[in-house]
């Protein structure tokens, strides 16, 4: 069964602190996979966007990387603002069927991320 | 910006009635989805449509339907509305074709159910 388990289900830190959020699949066979910031009550944004071949992607603080072969996925985030605090969403896709299926993506539960001053 | 439009932002109703949600996508996209997200959960696909085609259902109630026209905007109808249908309904656009591409959100519809 296609799963995306994330970790930790929420987090608080110290603003200006770095953390690391992780995502684990077991989506078969792997198209791709995204990590979306949410700010609440607001809709996902997307952050960034990785294919099998890529190891590590970079948005500004955001840093996130793949293992496709341990099906592993981080979320690094580096001198935390407070404008960081948000539920932090992974999303793996599946090949096969349609492109562009949502029947092809999984969602993660997300990770809250509170960032105090 | 993420270019897809949903209205109304916010929407409070009784028990027992039925409401519209509309949602544009960004210009050039095909594909719309719905999503539903309750309180502090995850969101929960319910349907999407490609090119006024629905492509793919998920856990979506009887009582709610959807469509798209071709104009490529869609709307979202819930009927006979209960407490727990109280959520934010969130609309994505895709371009729908090749691998599965980047989603773009809309910032919700807030639905209250008294």
């Known amino acids: 069964k296609n799963q995306v388990e994330q970790s930790p289900q929420s987090l608080i830190i110290l603003e200006g602190k770095n953390c690391t959020l992780q995502c684990n699949y077991t989506v078969s066979p792997f198209s791709n996979l995204r990590w979306y910031k949410q700010d609440t009550g607001r809709g996902p944004v997307s952050l960034t966007i990785?294919?099998?071949?890529?190891n590590t992607k970079s948005n500004g603080r955001y840093t996130a990387t793949l293992d496709a072969d341990t099906k592993q996925s981080s979320l690094h985030i580096t001198a935390s603002q407070l404008s960081d605090s948000a539920s932090y969403i992974c999303?793996?896709?599946?090949?096969?069927?349609?492109?562009?299926?949502?029947?092809?993506?999984?969602f993660g539960k997300g990770t809250k991320l509170s960032v105090k001053p | 910006d993420s270019g897809v439009t949903q209205t109304p932002k916010h929407l409070i109703t009784a028990t027992g009635q039925r409401v519209t949600l509309r949602c544009s996508p960004r210009s050039g996209d095909l594909s719309v989805y719905w999503y539903q997200q309750s309180l502090d959960q995850g969101l929960q696909f319910l349907i999407q449509?490609?090119?006024?085609?629905?492509?793919a259902k998920g856990n979506i109630l009887e009582r709610f339907s959807a469509q798209q026209f071709p104009d490529l905007h869609s709307e979202l109808n819930l009927s006979s509305l209960e407490l727990g249908d109280s959520a934010l309904y969130f609309c994505?656009?895709?371009?729908?074709?090749?691998?599965?591409?980047?989603?773009?959100f809309g910032e919700g519809s807030r639905l209250t159910v008294l």
């Open positions: 449509y490609y090119n006024g085609e629905e492509r």
């Open positions: 999303v793996v896709s599946a090949l096969g069927g349609y492109g562009g299926s949502q029947g092809n993506l999984i």
């Open positions: 994505a656009s895709g371009t729908g074709t090749g691998r599965p591409g980047e989603l773009f």
């Open positions: 990785m294919t099998f071949s890529e």
